[in-house]
């Protein structure tokens, strides 16, 4: 069962707009609504996003070429749009930022891949943020020279 | 070797030793896996993580055979929440001992593959549809004057029935033998009229309409002039057909249904113009059939109105009618158009003005039979024995066609010996049938200029003719190599190309 991507604006100011991706981003996937209300400044939610396959990322490649003109913010990006932003160049342009996004860190207490939302300042020379919670320390769950080489594309 | 350069690839790779322990792997086998380092250090062995038996084996036989590379396709579905089709690679890393594994995800392009056969399959089952639908408008047009087209024989029979009735009333029968069979005759024959056009319009609606066959042009004109001919009845339209071939049978490898719809379609058009003129004079339907060194081309005029320039451009369209509501859908010429370019022909309107003249284009069977043989083709497999039929009898051709050609078997035929010593120029024919009496020339010429081209395969004459001594004397002149006696059957030829598929020894 196809799940089509729905985008919803979440936030919409004079220069800003805000938009909230649902769904998977595949080779059916438009961007009009992100397009057509086009501001200063566009901050894309990823929170939602099931998936993004190699013909999403090259739907997206080509949508960034129409908001060359806006300063573009992601957040929110789970681990599935950041294996394919590390795979793939063009994701990010000089007009792009990532603001957060979220890496798997495990926990041995409860046995189990805790997804952790972070923001791109914590990450210093490539190494993985420390992150505590119920007084355990959690152990980053993958490469961290593959999972943060995207902080290192300036577009 | 240093590994670690593998880690800049963006293809998953593995390296395995004796027993399966992995030694390495890169970054992306990892995120390919969805295993962290984590996952991957608790688990010593690569069949833990791809718990597939044909990884194991490929390894195993890498390691047995010390070979190169092999390279497979495979579904991997013990991977967490994912299918994945993948093209994996296996190399033998010979001063280390250890086999290298590289993985190419192919599973988009396989689901893409697949979506879009099924929305291709979805679009020619809405083309068919909308040929059909055509094809019932077409019908239910010519249904009216199909009825007074029964009712004529319809009534020769009922009244000769009772005319027999009346004989066997008679005294003496005996006396009446002779009218008694003629009645009967003639009410056999009206019933055959009227069997010959329900046959004709069930099969113009229910026929299979993927068989491809060798059907000559003369009879599929013969076919659609039937069933039109009660509207040209009721029209009073005068339809003539003019062969300017050589030959009686101008053959090509077609669906016959398809080019009945194209005739009978632009043939309609024809009567409905011709009446929308209301003129009196000259009602006129004219069919021509010439032909070129490569193509058949086939005139349809009309005395009718004639096409506006404005509306020329639009005529081609789907859905485009000057017909009353009702009347027409508006699909004639785009589905004639359809028809035709299947079969790599073109139909072009050559005079808007009376006589208002459309002419079809179709090439001739040889090439015809090539494109197709070709387009065919499996790809995955190689073709490996063509073979050239030449006689100028449809069924001979039709008979070869369906006993023989395969995915492996191209089958060629030409109508006609000009035809086929113009296939004959690259040595590609693994075997030749020749028919032994044709109109051009006999099949003993054919075979010498055959020989002369420099072919040195088997020729197999098809003959119901040929004396035995004839026979004899062309096969130990080395002409030709075996015979196929008239008439033959599916198994006959079949054996008869086994047995010289390996050429002449």
Redesign the interface.
Known sequence: MSDKLVINITKNESELTEFLLQGQIDEDSTFEEITSSLKKKIIIDFNEVTLINSCGVREWINFLENVKDSTIIYKNCPQVVIEQINMVHGFILPNTSIESFYAPYYSEKSDDVIKVLLLSDQIIDGKAPRIEQDDEELEFDAIEAQYFQFLKQKG | MNFEIL?SL?EPIVIVNKDNEIVYYN??F??FTKS???IIKNKKYLREIIATSFLSDMVELIFKTESATISKEELIDSLPDQEIHVIIKGAFLSEQSLVMISFNDIT?EKN?YQKYRYQIDELKEIHHQIVQADKLSTIGEITASISHEISNPLTIASGTLELIKALFESDDLNSQKELLDSCLNDVIESFMRINNIIKGMKKFLHGNEDKKEYVAIEEIIENSTRLVNSQLKKSQVNLSVKNNTESNESIIYVNSLKMEQLFINLIKNSIDSINSTNGESDKSIQITLNETAMCYEILISDTGAGIPKEIQDKIFESFFTTKEVGEGTGLGLAIATKIIESYQGTLELLSPIAPTTFKITIPKMSTLSIASSTLNRDNDQEMNLNILVIDDEVKILNLFNESISSNNINVICASNPTEALNLIDDGRFNIIFIDYSMPEMNGDELAKKVRKLNYKGPIIYLTGKATDSKIKNDISSGLFNDHLLKPFNKEDITSIVKKWELGVK
């Open positions: 880690d963006f970054h992306m990892s995120t962290s380092p984590r988009i893409l």
